[in-house]
Nanobody, 115 residues
Framework: QVQLVESGGGLVQPGGSLRLSCAAS????????MRWYRQAPGKERELVAG????????NYADSVKGRFTISRDNAKNTVYLQMNSLKPEDTAVYYC????????WGQGTQVTVSS
């Protein structure tokens, strides 16, 4: 079955960095477009970044451009989200996502940016 397992979240001070990982299984990862979403308390889930199967194209929400970088390692079936210059408004649960024959989500990892 399809599984997406996020890790790497935590508490970080403003201006700090975190690297999220999402380990995928149960589908052909190297053929799949992968996305990161986030959901802050009381807000709708929003798309943060996406990456093509060959990692030749990436897309970002305006709010994270220049600060976040999505990448992938197809040999490890893992997608990453490097987050730099973190702000309090980046506080959210971050989810890994793939659309195959249906939408699949990981369990999420909490990122809290606070002093």
């Amino acid at each position: 079955q399809v599984q997406l397992v996020e890790s790497g979240g935590g508490l970080v001070q403003p201006g700090g960095s975190l690297r999220l990982s999402c380990a995928a299984s149960g589908f052909i990862f190297s053929n799949s477009y992968m996305r990161w979403y986030r959901q802050a308390p009381g807000k709708e889930r929003e798309l943060v970044a996406g990456i093509t199967s060959a990692a030749d194209t990436t897309n970002y929400a305006d709010s994270v451009k220049g600060r976040f970088t999505i990448s992938r390692d197809n040999a490890k079936n893992t997608v990453y989200l490097q987050m730099n210059s973190l702000k309090p408004e980046d506080t959210a649960v971050y989810y890994c996502n793939v659309y195959l024959w249906a939408e699949y989500w990981g369990q999420g990892t909490q990122v809290t940016v606070s002093s």
